[in-house]
DNA sequence: GTCAATTAGTTACATATGAAACTAATAAAA
DNA sequence: TTTTATTAGTTTCATATGTAACTAATTGAC
């Protein structure tokens, strides 16, 4: 075989970095559509909001480990909430640098109203899947999610 | 049941669309800085000429539909590859508007350089799956893909 | 042919984002 | 203690991105 032949290509349509990139953008711009259209949140406000309202007095900081967020993108979500009337923020007694975060009503009422939303946005993306693929495709994803984190990065 | 004991909880760490997005941002982050850190080039310069690589005197708009970028990101693309001389443009001659992009030999070069080490990255990552599984997760893919499909919104 | 409508691609503008610098509070070292 | 280093969170600045407006060329209607 000559030097020519063995040339690989590389078929963008099939390279794994790129499909998961298209997918994951599409599925995003519609939620974050949806959250925009009947809510008036940004995708980073509605995770902070998620968050919040499953772990009321949470900090900023483990906000941000618990969304994938840093730390400038969870300040400036929940500068946007408080503004919003959504979120209110005191300082923990015990350590004057941390906040405490919680839901005012009216945030706890949105939250309330956004997570069967959300859920069923979920329902619908996920509908073509058996139950056994929608459980395949959670374990696959898990093993690539380990493969690709960034404290032990492939390349 | 209660009302109360019926509210839905949503586990952010659980929602699809929240891990589609961690796990593909961290690929991204991650080969986005193999393509910067070896060749100064961004994602979507090395998309643009993956396909022109592929299949040289393709159009702007045509390169846009290949590689889901709009053509303003196509646009800033190929005029960053024109000033690093990977890339040349013409102008059709039965149509003075579409252009027709080929690699230059420099181009081209990087081009070979960069095709091996993309597709070896990716089998990094897809090390942990059998090849079974790959198969089944590229399947899945696609029929996550076609629900979400930007023409067809689910939401 | 002439004029309106469409298409390819670029430019301008407004907003989003991330890295680094910064402030304030706490912890650790001396 | 005081002083040095670390941590939580915010602000600043430079860059990236998307939308809309724009230019130039082509097509279609008449």
Known sequence: MSDEEKKARLRLREFLPYRLSVLSNTVSRGIANLYDREFGLTIWQWRVMAVTGDTPGISATD?????????VAVSRAVAGLIELGYMERKTSESD?????LFLT???????????????????KLMAP???EEQAELSRLMQKLAGSASPERPLW
Chains 1, 2 share one sequence.
């Not at 945030?107 to 979920?122: H, K, N, R």
């Open 105 to 123: 009503p009216a945030g706890q009422d949105i939250y309330e109203m956004i997570v069967p939303i959300a859920l069923e946005a979920e329902r």
């Open 129 to 131: 899947l058996t139950s």
């Open 96 to 100: 004057g640098r941390r906040s405490q």
């Open 63 to 71: 906000i941000g480990q618990r969304t994938a967020m840093d730390k």
